[in-house]
């Protein structure tokens, strides 16, 4: 039994702790190029925060890491096959009872890490926040935890270098060949603010790549993989701590 998982613990443990900050993982499940499995998302997301939460437990945050939530935004995806969604509002409203229970429970401090790209939290907890207005409600992406430049050689944005390397590392029986990889190639926008990226419409992902990928994974390798992991797990946990020491009512200088 991992102490810090939640689906790992019993009842005869967690009714004599006291869990100071919850951790909420939301992942996907959708195509990621000819090579990696549906599942992406889900299995980095959550493996990076249950590594995070074990470096942060060992030095004494009282913590829990949530069960994952294993689908999330694809409403550009709707004619690829099999890839789930849940809109926005479906998410607000699964977050709102989620956040029902911790405040009930004085459990105050929830960290919502997002595995997804398609997957846009802020404007949801602005709502929740003002609705729970004792919570510290906080979010971030993994993939923007370090510089990706650092780690990979290829830019991109899924099923690229980087999901690549991190799958080979933790589910390396899960990738296929990477002969068997598209090219991840994208197609760009006509319409020049989209195209420079001060213009923002979602895309349709059919139109947008013909493998379901973008970026080019055939760089990548396990051992970048684990590197950025241990960077990114590394940065988490220190969150983590931060957020289980600072008192709520007084946390900016």
């Known amino acids: 039994m991992r102490p810090y998982i939640l689906s790992e613990s019993n009842w005869k443990s967690i009714k004599e702790e006291k869990t ?4 909420l993982t939301w992942g996907a499940t959708e195509a990621h190029n ?3 499995p549906y599942g992406t998302d889900n299995y980095q997301i ?7 939460g074990k470096l942060a437990w060992n030095k004494g945050v009282k913590l829990k890491v949530l069960p994952n939530i294993p689908f999330g935004v694809n409403t550009g995806q709707a004619d690829i096959t099999l890839d789930m969604n849940l809109n926005p509002s479906t998410q607000l409203a699964i977050l709102s009872d989620i956040i029902e229970v911790l405040n009930r429970q004085n459990i105050y401090k929830l960290i919502l890490l997002n ?10 907890l602005r ?12 979010a971030t992406n993994f993939f923007d935890v370090v510089d990706k430049s650092q780690f990979f050689e ?5 099923a690229d270098e980087m999901e690549t390397s991190l799958m080979l590392h933790l589910k390396r029986e899960l990738v296929l060949d990477l002969k068997e ?8 926008s006509r319409i020049t603010g989209i195209r420079e990226g001060w213009a923002w419409s979602e895309r349709q ?23 950025f992991i241990t960077a990114v797990t590394q940065k988490l946990a220190n969150l983590i701590e931060e957020v289980s020491e600072v008192e709520i009512g007084n946390r900016y200088e």
Do not use: C, Q
């Not at 595995?115 to 949801?124: Q, R, V």
């Not at 598209?182 to 760009?188: A, I, L, S, T």
């Open 127 to 138: 709502e929740l926040g003002l609705k729970y207005p004792k919570m510290l409600l906080i």
């Open 205 to 227: 992902w059919s139109m947008v790549t013909a493998d379901t990928g973008i970026g080019d994974p055939r760089k990548a390798t396990s051992e970048k993989g684990e590197r």
């Open 20 to 23: 100071e900050v919850a951790v």
């Open 46 to 52: 959550e493996a990076i925060a249950a590594e995070a």
């Open 181 to 188: 990889a598209g090219d991840g190639k994208e197609r760009k």
């Open 154 to 158: 290829e830019k991109g944005d899924h």
């Open 115 to 124: 595995g997804h790209g398609g997957n846009n939290f802020k404007p949801i």
């Open 34 to 36: 000819y090579h990696l």
